[in-house]
């Protein structure tokens, strides 16, 4: 089992061809309301390829929370660790897109409610699980003292350092892999990902897009390819590769194999447009490795 530790939010998009400057009212076009939240972005991505997968979150007391909920428990997605926070609003985005650029406005809400002493309310689940992925859309003190009751109760545990900030040693040592982006990797560790990856091998995990994903196996540079992708949206690709290479780990994949596994899933994810409605089925993936 995977169990997921993260953020719920539900995304307001508006489009309108002009982005409005402070103090100025412009006309939008389409409207769209749609799940979202990095946590419950990648638990749909792990659970749409078959995974069994647990999500630990807080949403408010309010419509939004009960759709991202029944969202989730659409998805397959075990819901009975999410938490109704009567004192907070479900976390919101609220995105206006203008020309393929967009301008964001985040209310964590519920999502940052958490302390760290509340950790050991999940220690059997971290128990019964096989992998624990995490984030950084909610206080990184309970991330912290989370990944430290996952290493405990022996879980594989994955960070995915975003939004990126800087890190502990200690927090880096609790985890079994790393897994920024270009940018965020430069944010976090300071150095090029080459120089950043051969400090941390087999362990520190550098997406790039569709060029794929660079580690160090302890030997040697590895760059495992990524895939040809016709791109129509890039958002949620990041938390598609994430769930995805849980999925591939649970299931006992070797690193590359697994690496290889999300790059595909990520491919297909930027096919459509949204996050979690283009996350594909194992199917899809499994046929893409294929070609």
């Not at 991202?68 to 004192?87: F, H, K, M, S």
């Not at 790039?208 to 160090?216: I, P």
Request: charged share 20%; aromatic share 6%.
């Amino acid at each position: 089992m995977i169990a997921i530790v993260g953020s719920i939010n539900i995304d307001l998009v508006v489009y309108t061809s002009n982005m409005p400057v402070p103090g100025e009212t412009v006309l939008g076009d389409k409207f769209r309301t749609n799940p979202g939240g990095k946590g419950a972005n990648q638990a749909v991505a792990a659970a749409r390829l078959g995974a069994a997968v647990t999500m630990v979150g807080r949403v408010g007391n309010d419509p939004y929370g009960k759709l991202a909920t029944e969202n989730l428990r659409n998805e397959q997605v075990e819901t009975g660790y999410i938490d109704v926070d009567n004192a907070a609003h479900t976390g919101v985005a609220m995105i206006t897109v203008t020309n393929n650029d967009n301008s964001i406005v985040v209310a964590p809400g519920a999502n940052f409610s958490w302390k760290r002493e509340e950790a050991g309310l999940y220690r059997e689940l971290l128990r019964q699980s096989k992998v624990l992925l995490l984030q950084l859309e909610v206080p990184l003190p309970f991330i912290e003292e989370i990944a430290k009751l996952g290493k405990e109760e022996q879980c594989t545990t994955i960070l995915n350092p975003a939004p990126a900030q800087q890190l502990s040693p200690s927090m880096l040592d609790l985890v079994d892999f790393i897994t920024p982006n270009e940018t965020e990797c430069q944010t976090i560790f300071k150095q090029p990902v080459e120089q950043a990856v051969r400090n941390y091998p087999n362990k520190l995990i550098v997406t790039e897009g569709k060029k794929g994903a660079t580690y160090h196996d302890g030997n040697r540079l590895v760059r495992v390819n990524g895939f040809l992708a016709k791109a129509v949206d890039t958002t949620g690709a990041g938390d598609t590769f994430n769930g995805a290479f849980a999925a591939a780990l649970a299931s006992e994949h070797p690193l590359a194999e697994a690496v290889s596994f999300a790059n595909a899933a990520a491919s297909l994810s930027v096919e459509k447009a949204g996050a979690q409605s283009g996350m594909p089925t194992k199917k899809q993936v499994v046929h893409r490795l294929g070609t």
